[in-house]
């Protein structure tokens, strides 16, 4: 995957450089802004795909936020092949870490709020770079919801609607993904009330996505859900979605498990880095 934006923007060929064949030096990419970095390995593989050595600087790194003007990435090698990595690197590690940012500053929201609550993405994600921006959402503490179509049974509210009239559309949706996979993958169900959570509960859902419930409806909901399962001895997770903003995590979280936003991947914010150039090396036997 990596390899093929470095095909997309340099495989034609890069016309500066001309200027610098045969020479060597060495560079260092920086912070600009206090960040929470991800796509260090994603940015170390892009620069030594062109036949750079690239050294991580560990200060930069750990639990607590990156400063502005911090060193991340010492490189040395040919002087092409680090000009041709340079941008990709750096939109890769931005994108990345302003994810890993917003998961980061989520994830401690929530759990201030209300101890064991997680926060996890979507699959509101960039095709082509989605496993990168689950992966920045799991640098910066959050759940990385569903990698792909094959890792949830998850029915939403079209299937609902696809599945017509007749019995309970839940009930349905639920005995029909068990009678073909048996009970070796989870299933969440969406639902936007206490009549359809409480059929969810009773097919068996694993997980209930109370989409689009009002805070001051999910405390109800969620005791009534929760206390249905202990009846049956069915152990559920609840999730909360739908348009939740960082500001209102804590009016969600002490009633749900989780709490799913689309909002840390489609409005994180990009977080700036910038590559400078620190003069030629000297090649060592």
Known sequence: MLRSYIWADSGAGDLTSV?????????????????????IEEARFIFEEEGCTVQTVPEAFGDTLCSPGSEVLLVSGPVTGMLRAERISLNILSRMSGIATIASRASRIAAEASTGTRVAGTRKTTPGFSMFEKRALIDGGALSHRKDLSSLAMIKDNHLSAIGDGPDPVVTGVKRIRERFGPYIPIEVEVEDMVSGLAAVEA??????????PPEDLERI????????????????????????????????????????????????????????????????
């Open 204 to 213: 068996g859902a694993d997980i209930i996505m109370l989409d689009n419930v």
């Open 19 to 39: 200027l610098f064949d045969g020479e060597v030096g060495s560079a260092v990419v920086i912070s600009e802004e206090e960040c929470f970095i991800s796509g």
């Open 222 to 285: 969620s005791k009534g859900l929760r206390k249905r399962g202990l009846e049956i001895g069915s152990k559920i997770t609840l999730e909360a979605s739908g348009g939740i903003t960082l500001d209102r995590i804590p009016e969600y979280a002490p009633y749900v498990d989780i709490i799913s936003m689309g909002v840390l991947t489609y409005g994180a914010t990009h977080k700036g880095f910038k590559m400078e150039y620190r003069g030629e090396i000297e090649l060592v036997d």
